[in-house]
């Protein structure tokens, strides 16, 4: 969920100066439409890692903005008249009121995080707390609030060094973070269990926006931006829109920059090499899925990427080390009459393995936020909804033992047009290449666009993405396998901390 | 939650022969249409208290409906292949595809509920179950399903003797319930917990229907005519109603009887009897109020009732009882500006008492679905979803220490037109008539449905409904102090218990 706020996104001091004048003027006319409109108020929650710009980015938006349309709220300690009322007392007196803006700062899910990672409460709890804070919202967007959320994130080492940074600064040296922030393990603590809140409250009425913190002409932009699409959709949405709740919308990042970008697609392995280790992990695999713990688990290996990146080949390799009788291969193409028929996830359920087994998805559910988004196969509030569902479909493979790898297999432009080229010349890979694969090429940044956004909200510590660079097929083909191997292995050592 | 299923419901047998052919004829079409169109699944599920003609009205539906188009499931023992795979892999697999008909019985419902009811698990785990539930039937509805939640009721005593039946019928001695239900205690806690996984999971999209299953006649037509109901609107409704998911309606009861009607409004007392009355009960309540354990609590009353039912004199009586700055009397009229720029709830948020604190609210939070419903202000979506809301809101205070009593002051209409022209005629009464309660009069079957529903919805373990038969102003007063001691001194035991 983090891996788009690690890459170090940017803005040049140029860049940045260039575009806040537009920005501000924007956002200070949609504020205005908002106070005459009267319609909804607009809710803004902070969240997110300490150090990371979350005081400063709303420090700004006050300066950008009019401040007079703009409530500040922070829920520090709680007064005694809070005391004596039941929790969510505090927050209903602060909302913001219609044709206003509220910022909360520090808002229920820092309470349950801050409970969470103190150990005062258990996983169970925390869920209740979640379920609290997801009829709460819904119930705002059903009375025509805009929530936007937001949760600025730093890498455990920028925190480090921001924090260092801090304390040396006399200027912020008083500054006293409520959870002990110095310690690695409150920052391991806080990030998982804020992964745990972030999956199950990104709901398509209210998604969060996760924020790279590091670059303050970054994060202000980004910020800046999001809530301006946010407001004026909002703003624009005809007036009784009410099943139909404001999304903020999922957009380009500010810099152009994604974590697909962030790939060195230049690596590679020689042939020596590459025939070396991908034995040693076919034999490896092999062992691990003969081992008698894996019949506590079950392992499930989906497979998307650019179109010619060299997919099937994996797979091939992944297959070649194992006993037939231990894994299929499930391709997902077009779905069956049987499968129209039914809710868009029980293709898949169809063919989850039973413990001890394997299965390959060559192409997944993840269609449903790729081919089906970019091609407008089903409307966006589908393709939004879709995000959490995935989540909630993985953690219930992952609450049964089932181990989930996820590999996208990037590859560079101009290397899938060679291979498209090639494959032509070939007599026995023309089938593979179709009129639909030259289209595709054409969407490129749409593509790349959707991928980035599938990284992002589905790529969770049960269920992590991995990223392969594939132009060079050998160093594409030896990663998978020694992911695979890696998962199962972190899964059975894993078994043993819980015996 | 369950007080409408323990009225004794009951239709007698030549009016269920006379209806039963047309309905029998409407289910078909209707089946024969939904496959025609197969543009959504219908997914029924049953769940109840032992003997209360589950089994017997799947079979009668198989009866009446073409059962080719009718998949009945049961999920008792988990198989080997079940066992080995995520627990919802189970019910995935046998899901009713588009234009079919799937009647789940023992569901994920049964499962949590024996889970809870056995003391497998905490009420934390159990609202984990609840919300995966809420999860997935909230995403069929998105992908177009109708659901239809029906709930089988037996009050205690009617249980017993139905068990006692079974038993001595050779027939059905062979029957072997999952649960203990000999045991009284189990009842009781099927009962409060099923009460919570309702009060829970009775969403608008999927809401339930709480059936009274001791006579036959009118179980079956009640379920055949709720089906019929929301099948018939689900086919009628335009094909991209996708954010306008399939309402089953709430309706008037087939044999038209309500809790309202099962009032006994002659209950009466005499002057003497009453004014020793009230001045005991006033004392207990000026008692427990300075009482030190009232510092951990706080009190809510609420009163709704016919117009002219006598809800002033009523407060009056209790208020007389008190120091005035122990209390404060919120009257609920027409929303001010500032409450109109807030979500619904907010202006009754405002008004909750600190601890040590009672509140008076006279009329309440009750109007969305008792004035706004019938006089149409807001859309049935928003009332519809309002009962959950207010059991949300009304759980928080409860969690909070917050001690809520409910009271529906019931007069009749004779009673009413009577008060209505006294009121005419006394001077400093004739502020109290208004052409609006002359108006209201007309509507009195619509507001006799509504609060019928109100208290199916909303009355529940933790903030139950008092009905008041007000006929009798004394009796009604007593009857409110009365119901306002109890409710204190039992959270005063409760304390105890649990310290």
Redesign the interface.
């Known amino acids: 969920m983090f891996e788009s706020a690690e890459i170090g996104h940017a803005i040049d001091k140029e860049t940045y100066e260039a575009q806040v004048p537009a920005l501000r003027e924007a956002l200070l006319e949609a504020q205005y439409e908002l106070k005459q409109q009267?319609r909804f108020?607009v809710i803004i929650l902070i969240n997110g890692i300490e150090g990371a710009g979350k005081g400063d980015t709303v420090k700004l938006l006050n300066e950008w903005m009019d401040p007079r349309l703009i409530e500040v709220r922070t829920f520090d300690q709680q007064t005694d008249?809070e005391l004596?009322?039941?929790?969510?007392?505090r927050y209903?007196?602060q909302?913001p009121?219609?044709?206003r803006m509220g910022i909360l700062f520090g808002n229920w899910y820092s309470q349950m995080l801050q409970g969470r990672v103190h150990g005062q409460f258990k996983d169970?709890?925390l869920?209740?707390a979640?379920?609290?804070a997801?009829?709460l919202e819904q119930?705002?967007c059903?009375?025509g609030?805009l929530i936007i959320k937001f949760w600025f994130h730093l890498s455990k080492k920028q925190m480090k060094a921001r924090l260092k940074a801090l304390q040396d600064d006399p200027l912020h040296s008083w500054r006293i973070s409520p959870l002990d922030w110095q310690q690695s393990q409150t920052y391991d603590r806080f990030v998982r269990f804020g992964e745990r809140v972030l999956r199950r409250t990104s709901r398509e009425y209210a998604p969060w926006h996760v924020i790279e913190g590091v670059d303050p002409h970054y994060r202000s932009l980004a910020v800046g931006q999001i809530l301006l699409d946010a407001m004026q959709a909002a703003l624009q949405a005809p007036p009784q829109t009410?099943?139909?709740p404001h999304i903020a919308p999922l957009g380009e990042s500010i810099d152009h920059r994604n974590v697909i970008d962030s790939l060195d697609l230049s690596r590679r392995l020689d042939k020596e090499d590459y025939q070396e280790q991908l034995i040693t992990e076919q034999a490896r695999l092999a062992g691990l899925l003969r081992d008698k713990r894996m019949r506590r688990h079950?392992l499930v290996a989906v497979f998307e990427g650019n179109d010619a990146a060299g997919k099937g080949g994996a797979i091939r390799r992944v297959a070649a080390a194992l006993d037939p009788r231990q894994y299929s291969i499930v391709p997902i193409a077009a779905p069956s009459e049987?499968e129209?028929?039914?809710?868009?996830?029980?293709r898949f359920?169809?063919h989850?393995?039973?413990?001890?087994k394997f299965t390959v998805f060559d192409r997944s559910w993840y269609g449903r936020v790729l081919v089906e988004r970019v091609e407008g196969f089903c409307?966006p509030?589908?393709w939004l909804?879709a995000y959490g569902?995935i989540n909630?479909f993985e953690e219930?493979?992952c609450?049964?033992g089932?181990v989930v790898v996820k590999f996208w297999l990037a590859i560079d432009e101009q290397t899938q047009l060679e291979r498209f080229k090639e494959r032509e010349q070939i007599s026995f890979k023309r089938f593979k290449i179709t009129e639909d694969d030259w289209r595709n090429r054409e969407k490129w940044g749409q593509y790349r666009d959707a991928v980035g956004d599938m990284v992002d909200r589905t790529s969770t510590e049960i269920a992590p993405w991995t990223l392969v660079e594939a132009n060079d097929k050998r160093w594409a083909r030896v990663k998978v396998l020694r992911t695979i191997n890696e998962a199962l292995e972190a899964a059975f050592k894993a078994d043993k901390k819980s015996r």
Not at 84 to 89: G, K, L, N, S, T
């Open positions: 009267a108020p008249e004596a009322r039941p929790p969510a007392w209903w007196r909302l009121a219609k044709g169970a709890v869920d209740q979640i379920s609290g997801e009829r119930m705002l059903d009375e609030a009410r099943h139909n079950a049987d129209r028929a039914q809710p868009y996830l029980w359920w169809r989850i393995p039973a413990r001890g409307a509030a589908d909804r569902e909630d219930q493979l609450d049964a089932i």
